[in-house]
């Protein structure tokens, strides 16, 4: 069975920085893309950034040139780096990943459980 787990959230003052992390466990047969999403209290989860696996990036305006998503290589962890955190991207922060799980299958999105991000003014 192919899990997602986030870790890396926390409590963190407005300017600071965190990085998560989501390692992918369970075998699979192609990986399409990565990706982070958040959701505030109230609000539609949205997309933060996604890294596809030919390395090509997507990043929500709000957070362009604060957050870098990345992949450690040759490994099934990526993360994502956020810099100069402010109020508004308090939220709880979901890992997913769209996955051929075997040879002719269709893809399927998978989430991890989701990890929590407080930013403090």
């Known amino acids: ?8 959230g926390g409590l963190v003052q407005a300017g ?20 982070w999403y958040r959701q505030a209290p109230g609000k539609q989860r949205e997309l933060v950034a996604r890294l596809s696996y030919e390395g090509g990036t997507t990043y929500a305006d709000s957070v362009k040139d604060r957050f870098t998503i990345s992949r450690e290589e040759g490994k099934d962890t990526w993360f994502l780096q956020m810099n100069r955190l402010t109020p508004q991207d308090q939220a709880v ?29």
């Open 1 to 8: 069975q192919v899990q997602l787990v986030e870790s890396g």
């Open 16 to 35: 600071g920085a965190l990085r998560l992390s989501c390692t992918r466990s369970g075998s699979i047969f192609r990986e399409d893309t990565m990706a």
């Open 93 to 121: 922060y979901y890992c997913q990943a769209r996955l051929q799980l075997k040879r002719g299958d269709y893809y399927r999105e998978i989430w991890g459980q989701g990890t929590q991000v407080t930013v403090s003014s």
